[in-house]
Structure formats: C-alpha cells, structure tokens
C-alpha cells in the first residue's frame, strides 16, 4: 500500500482545479480498499474517481482514496439481454462503446457522459431520454465504517432525478465497487425522439438507425454543445434541470409564454436551467479565468488557473441571478467539496 504526501489533485478533477490532497492512495483491489478504510492513522477520508462531478474548492486534509477497481463480467445472459458486472473505476463512455462493439443496447444515448462506472448511480446520470435506472439492476457498495460489502438493488437505491440514495440517507456512508446492468442483445429500443437525435439522424440521411448510428448522433451533438474536459477544464452540466409545482408553473408561464418546459406529470414541470441561465445574461460571460461556456449555459469553465472558491462564487451567483429574476431555485448538479 502506497500512501503519498501532498499530491496534486489537477489530474484527479475534470476541472483541472490545482488542489492539494495532505495523503492520498490508489485503490485497484476489494482487499486493499478494506484495509485502507481501516487505518486510524487517517480518520478523514475522502473517495474520488473520475473526478468529473466535483468541485474542489480548497486543499483536502485527508486521505484522498482514488477508486480504481477495474474489469467487465458477463454474469448471466438468455436469448434478448445480458447482465454484466462492471467494476467502478472503468470509464463510463469506454463502457458504452464496448457495448456497441458487443452488439448490447441501452446505453447508446448515455455516450460521451465524463467520469467512471461508480458514481453513476449516485447522479442517477441520464441523457436524451434515458437514465442509469433503465438498465441498472444493482451495485455492490463497501460500507465505510465496517468494510462489509453490501448489495443494493434498483428499489433500494431509490432513483430519481440525478438523485438516488447515496447522495440523501446513505451519503459519505458507502463506496460503490461495482455496477450491474443488463443490456439488450436484440430488439433494442432505440430512443430518438429526444433532444436533438432525430433531427441529427434525419441530416445523415439515416432511416433506419442502429445503436451505433444513435451513439454517434449523441456524441456529435454533445461535441457541439459541451467542451471537451481535456482542453477546457469543467464538470459537465454544473446545475440540475429544476422541477417545480404547477402552482409555481403556471405563474411562471403566464410571465413567460415561450418559456421551453417539459411536463413530468399533471403536478411537476421540468424548466430546462441552461435556458435560465442564459435569459439572465450569464452565457459565454467570464471573469478572470471561471466562466460560463458559450455554447452551453449549464456548463461552467475553468479556463486555466480558475480555483474552486472562483467557480463556486461564480455558481452562486447565477443562482442569486436566476432566482430573483424567476423565483425558481436551480441547484448544483455537481457535489462541491470545501
């Protein structure tokens, strides 16, 4: 076991925020994870992965431990689906493409997504029209305090929208090690009419699309809208799509007859924040080196030596913003750590 010493976290964060981790160690096995989550020499402990839904916002006194677990299992499989096991640390997006490459549908409209297998049942991650729960069948987490490993199954996660259990009642209590979920092998349902899909298949001239074919539409449309972490530090969408009441709604609507919105039920409605955001000024704004992406509202940037109290003053204030402007609460998407 390899426990360093005031370790740059740069790397460790999409980002790119230059923070310190006073101690930090690499997990690649169950084993090695129970015995670091044992050592009283270390009573802080902070987990990271990919590092692509957080915010660090100053150096981190305690041991930082970056999940690393890795490989792919296919546990069970009939005729139409197959059940694979996935360890925590693997990619997201190289997941979704070695499913394509297997021929299994059902992640095709999550390509792209940044950061690893673990944390995405935490966010509960979903994008044009599919979310994790839609092939999650369960995860494998180890508990903090005794490092027995514990299964949680879909019920018992209790998904909603980029939300489940891990960031409510069982938060900072577990680390997820590994993933279940079970694809289509044939009769794939393919969701297109979300978003922008249709129409990026309808200028490739594509009729009859295949997983692949809905997999690239999503990646190009994601190229054109979001910035790529590797060249423009950044989490991803930084603040959750409000839900608000009707009663809330149909004052808002009244005010805003043009407004885009997306009906849950009779009683919930979804305002798309980016929009917010952007009607109140904020899109393609910087100061100093944290700023708003030009070509996307929800998205904000470090463009180079931006620390985290810079990005995070920034968020609050878009919140501030947003929030006298339309009297609709927008919530961070990301998880900040201070």
Avoid at 167 to 186: C, F, G, P, Q, R
Wanted: with cysteine; glycine share 8%; net charge neutral.
């Amino acid at each position: 076991m390899n426990i360093q010493e005031n370790i740059s976290l740069k790397s460790y964060n999409t980002f790119g925020i230059d923070v310190k981790a006073r101690f930090f160690v690499e997990i690649t096995g169950l084993v090695q994870l129970q015995k670091v989550l044992e050592l009283k020499a270390y009573p802080k402990k902070i987990i990271i992965s990919g590092g692509s839904n957080m915010l660090l916002t100053t150096d981190v006194d305690a041991l930082v431990i970056h999940i690393n677990l890795k490989g792919i299992t296919l546990v069970d499989q009939d005729e139409d689906t197959a059940e694979i096991k996935v360890m925590a640390g693997e990619n997201w997006h190289e997941l979704v493409m070695w499913s394509l490459e297997q021929g299994y549908g059902g992640l095709e409209n999550l390509s792209l997504i940044p950061g690893n297998v673990g944390t995405t049942p935490i966010q509960n991650i979903g994008a044009y029209g599919v979310e994790l729960k839609d092939v999650f069948v369960s995860c494998a987490a180890m508990d903090i305090k005794t490092g027995e490993l514990e299964g949680f199954d879909k019920e018992a996660c209790k998904f909603g929208y980029r939300d489940s259990i891990f960031k409510n009642e069982a938060k900072d209590k577990y680390i997820i090690t590994s993933v279940n979920l079970k694809l289509t092998k044939k009769e794939h349902a393919l969701h297109t009419g979300y978003g922008s899909i249709e129409n990026e298949l309808k200028d490739k001239g594509i009729v009859h699309p295949t997983l692949k074919d809905v997999s690239d539409a999503v990646i190009a449309i994601r190229k054109s809208k979001l910035p790529d972490p590797r060249e423009i530090g950044n989490s991803g969408s930084f603040f959750k799509n409000p839900i608000i009441s009707k009663k809330t709604f149909d004052k808002f609507i009244r005010r805003h007859p043009d407004a885009p919105f997306y009906e849950i039920d009779e009683n919930k409605y979804k305002i798309p924040a980016g929009w917010l955001i952007e009607q109140c000024g904020f899109k393609g704004k910087r100061y100093g080196d944290a700023g708003i992406h030009q070509k996307q509202a929800l998205v904000l940037v470090n463009y180079g030596n931006a620390t985290g109290k810079e990005i995070l003053e920034l968020a609050k204030k878009i919140q501030d913003v947003v929030n006298k402007t339309y009297k609709i609460k927008i919530e961070p998407e990301v998880n900040i750590i201070k």
